[in-house]
């Protein structure tokens, strides 16, 4: 039987498995429409693909795996376990990471209780279902704005690499 640790550790493994799937998508649509800018005689175009191209490649090169592996500090478990039923729900881990990556980079600190209710905020923890704060589900989002999973998940994406180069503050 394997201990939360492994757990947490083979969550974690799933979630950069996706991501790089994601990203060799984004690699290959990005291949191909430069190859079509570069046959429509579009340079404009070209430029942006393989910009577009060359951004999925660094991207996929951050997610490979690490020499070691993340250290878990015990109020950081602590709070995983606290969550894990609602952590092993899909799509829920890669969201909590997305959002603890976020908020740290906004100078939240590791361990902090600003960090943990914030999380808490963003998964919905203590926030009625009525509340104006509730953080919408990505379907609701789709719903909402008539759209499919996928251009959702690739305008997502697009947001973050904005917001990781500084064009978009949160």
């Keep these: ?7 947490i550790a083979q969550m974690q493994h799933a979630a950069a498995e996706r991501a790089i799937a994601n990203s ?11 190859e079509d800018a ?16 060359v951004r999925a490649q660094h991207l996929i090169a951050s997610l490979q795996p690490q020499q070691s592996q993340a250290q878990w500090s015990n109020k ?3 709070w995983l376990s606290q969550r894990r039923a609602l952590l092993e729900q899909p799509g829920k881990w ?4 997305r959002t603890a990556n976020h908020l740290l980079a906004a100078g939240h600190k590791r361990d902090s209780a ?4 914030a999380l808490d905020h963003h998964l919905g923890i ?6 104006p704060d509730r ?7 789709c719903r909402m704005c008539g759209i499919d999973a996928d251009t959702y998940n690739r305008g997502a994406d697009r947001l973050a690499y904005l917001k990781s180069i500084g064009q978009y503050k949160s």
């Design 1 to 7: 039987m394997t201990n939360y640790r492994d757990q």
């Design 114 to 117: 600003e960090l943990f209710a």
């Design 76 to 78: 950081e478990l602590e």
């Design 126 to 131: 203590g926030v009625s279902e009525n509340s």
């Design 24 to 34: 060799q998508r984004e690699l290959t649509d990005a291949a191909r429409s430069y």
């Design 135 to 141: 953080p919408l589900d990505p379907n609701e989002v």
């Design 94 to 97: 890669d969201e909590m990471m």
């Design 38 to 53: 570069i046959r429509d005689n579009d340079p404009e175009a070209a430029a942006t693909w393989l910009s577009e191209y």
